[in-house]
């Protein structure tokens, strides 16, 4: 029985992050083409930055539901919260956040980097080789957002300084995914 329970949350694991990936991939072409076609309307700027907020605020919180009870996942349901209620009113009121849609992906990218230090915490408890790389990440992340907020990129427009940062983003949240795959099953023995 505990071999067929490891080899569920093995198999949930892997959808999991499969459905990372897949938000990864979507992030790196919403920055791709917020860099190179930076005439995009802000309205459009804020229901594109609204949903990825709320799709990755619902892949953290199924994080959460579906993690059998591993420890890994315990702080999900809030980073997914609140990149829901952020995409939620982006979504609703695009033209009064526009002002407001850097602050807003600051804080996307800072809450995106606080859930990977997290995990590299876990990482580091469990003798994980990866937790430097993921804590790098998740670093990163955070100094992004922080720059993000602060936009110390005065002559770049708007849209491209968001582009550049959600392909930034995306890239990291992807090689971070590709490294917890590879490693799925040993990753489902520690926390599970």
């Known amino acids: 029985m505990g071999r067929y329970v490891i080899h569920k949350s093995a198999d949930d694991f892997n959808k999991m992050l499969n459905f990372s990936v897949a938000a990864c991939l979507i992030q790196l072409m919403v920055g791709c083409s917020l860099f190179f076609l930076p005439d995009i309307s802000l309205k459009v700027l804020g229901y594109v ?16 539901f579906k993690r059998q009870g591993a420890k890994l996942y315990r702080f999900n349901l809030v980073f997914g919260l609140i990149l829901m209620i952020l995409g939620l009113l982006i ?14 992906f600051g804080i996307y990218l800072i809450t995106i980097g606080c859930n990977k230090i997290n995990y590299s915490i876990w990482f580091k408890f469990a003798d994980d080789s990866s937790w430097f790389l993921t804590f790098v990440i998740g670093l990163m992340l955070v100094i992004f957002g922080f720059m993000v907020m602060f936009n110390p990129f005065a002559k770049l427009t708007l849209t491209r300084l968001i ?3 959600i392909i930034f983003s995306s890239i990291l949240d992807l090689t971070d995914t590709i490294m917890l795959k590879r490693r799925a099953e040993k990753v489902v023995k520690i926390f599970w």
């Open 163 to 165: 582009g550049t940062f």
């Open 49 to 64: 930055c609204g949903i990825v907020f709320f799709i990755s605020g619902i892949n953290s919180a199924s994080k959460f």
């Open 91 to 104: 979504i609703l009121v695009p033209y009064s956040v526009a002002s407001f849609v850097t602050v807003l």
